[in-house]
């Protein structure tokens, strides 16, 4: 089955610094390679996602970065602001038509912002 | 964006007993739900996915007779633990899938379950 790798665990940039989360995948199959954001005590928040058939994707101060050649992928935040602290997931599926498209998921990054 | 709801939020509970938390998506039709369970730190492990109207598919390792799952309709799957103890205490989690989306899940807020 897939394997998703996370690194690092804990971040702690100052506010304003970029923050780079990696991951890196076993499935060459897999697809869609979507981030999640959660706050303590609430359920994941997507906030980006990045199909395989595109290499690059940004939303504002996020963007996710996809080489499946090495089979990894990453999130930059760049600016980061003190409400951007939360632990960071990334994962991995393979979407298929009907399928069940089960998420697996990487262990986790928490990022803190300092002022 | 949609919305996916569970209740209760938080639960605690004697030994022994039986515990049911429901997920419903509240303002789209889910096909497929999926249960995680996720303990303090930790990433979320999937448990099981439901299609509606028919058997949930479980994970190796989970134990489908002590954690029952029925996604009667479109928009509610119900998670029922039972003869809870102790070592099941841990944070549900709750996602739905919405077909017409293009497969994205929406995440409930989660129910902390603490078993006594």
């Known amino acids: 089955g897939e394997n998703v790798e996370q690194h690092p665990s804990t971040l702690s940039v100052q506010e304003g610094d970029s923050a780079v989360i990696k991951c890196t995948y076993s499935?060459?199959?897999?697809?869609?390679f979507p981030w999640y954001k959660q706050e303590l005590g609430k359920g994941p928040q997507l906030i980006i996602d990045i199909r395989s058939n595109v290499g690059e994707k940004k939303d504002q101060r996020i963007a996710v970065t996809l080489n499946k050649t090495a089979k990894h992928f990453s999130l930059h935040i760049t600016e980061t602001q003190p409400e951007d602290s939360a632990v960071y997931f990334c994962a991995a599926s393979i979407l298929v038509t009907g399928g069940g498209n089960k998420l697996t998921f990487g262990t986790g990054t928490q990022l803190k912002v300092e002022l | 964006g949609a919305v996916v709801s569970q209740h209760p939020s938080r639960v605690i509970c004697k030994s022994g007993t039986s515990v049911k938390i429901e997920c419903r998506s509240l303002d789209f039709q889910a096909t497929t739900m999926f249960w995680y369970r996720q303990f303090p730190k930790q990433s979320l492990m999937l448990m099981a996915t439901s299609n509606e109207g028919s058997k949930a598919t479980y994970e190796q390792g989970v134990e489908k007779d002590k954690f029952l799952i029925n996604h009667a309709s479109l928009t509610l799957s119900t998670l029922t633990v039972t003869s809870a103890h102790p070592e099941d205490s841990s944070f549900y989690i709750c996602?739905?899938?919405?077909?017409?989306?293009?497969?994205?899940?929406?995440f409930g807020p989660g129910t902390r379950l603490t078993v006594l």
């Open positions: 996602s739905a899938r919405q077909v017409s989306s293009g497969n994205e899940q929406f």
């Open positions: 499935d060459s199959a897999s697809n869609y």
